[in-house]
């Protein structure tokens, strides 16, 4: 079996997703995005769902991919081209790493003001979802871009001691149990996370933020936020 016919049998997964055609920039985007800011991933161009080879025009395909990478995100997004034949048939492969500029962005109309807004995006297993507001401040937190200041009070204490009884919150229930507004909780778990304290899972809840490290949350309470921050600095 040759290398390309490999690939294509390990199916669509968290690097690997099948197009049988790019017919709109804007669309495949996100996937690109998605690649970009998640783990990186490979898109095969010329495959059906399926697994099924069909070919594709090589030249058409990469300026589409080109435009979508340039155009559409912003920052735009890397990408490397392989094309690989089976048989007659040629299937582009289009390689994105994961980006050290995340997050990348699209412009998207918010769905009930109507009005553009920019919207980042994450691969989960074979999907492409929203990313989190949370998410775009740890990738921002992990830029070295300005950051906000820990406060610990008994609210955040309840907070924490939710967790280590292992609890997994969803964004509403943090805010509430830490009795801190939303903006509030997007600062505060943006900094847990990147100081590898909590970390968020994905499922029909949407995303849930638990405990990822009980010695971190243990330092966090004893040395303050001073021991964490020398660690993440420019």
């Not at 998640?38 to 697994?51: E, F, K, P, Y």
């Amino acid at each position: 079996m040759s290398f390309v016919l490999r690939m294509i049998a390990e199916g669509e997964h968290q690097q690997q997703d099948f197009k049988l055609r790019v017919d709109d920039a804007a669309k495949i985007a996100k996937t690109l995005c998605a690649f970009a800011n998640s783990q990186g991933g490979r898109l095969l161009i010329g495959v059906r769902d399926s697994g099924e080879v069909a070919g594709c025009r090589v030249e058409e395909e990469f300026h589409m991919v080109q435009c979508a990478a340039e155009v559409h995100c912003h920052p735009p997004v890397a990408f490397e081209s392989q094309v690989w034949k089976h048989q007659f048939l040629s299937i582009l492969e289009i390689r994105v790493p994961q980006s050290a500029n995340r997050p990348h962005f699209l412009e998207a109309t918010h769905p009930k003001l109507g009005h553009k807004t920019w919207q980042a995006y994450l691969r989960h297993e074979d999907k492409i979802i929203k990313a989190s507001p949370v998410q775009v401040k740890v990738w921002q937190y992990q830029l070295n871009l300005e950051r906000s200041e820990f406060r610990y009070d008994m609210h955040v204490g309840k907070l924490f001691r939710k967790w280590r009884e292992g609890g997994l919150l969803r964004f509403p229930q943090v805010a509430r149990t830490a009795r801190i507004s939303f903006e509030e909780a997007e600062d505060l778990l943006a900094l847990l996370m990147v100081w590898g304290i909590v970390d968020s899972t994905y499922g029909k809840q949407g995303h849930r933020y638990g405990l990822a490290s009980e010695e971190a949350l243990d330092k966090l309470e004893q040395e303050g936020a001073e021991a964490f921050r020398w660690k993440h600095a420019g």
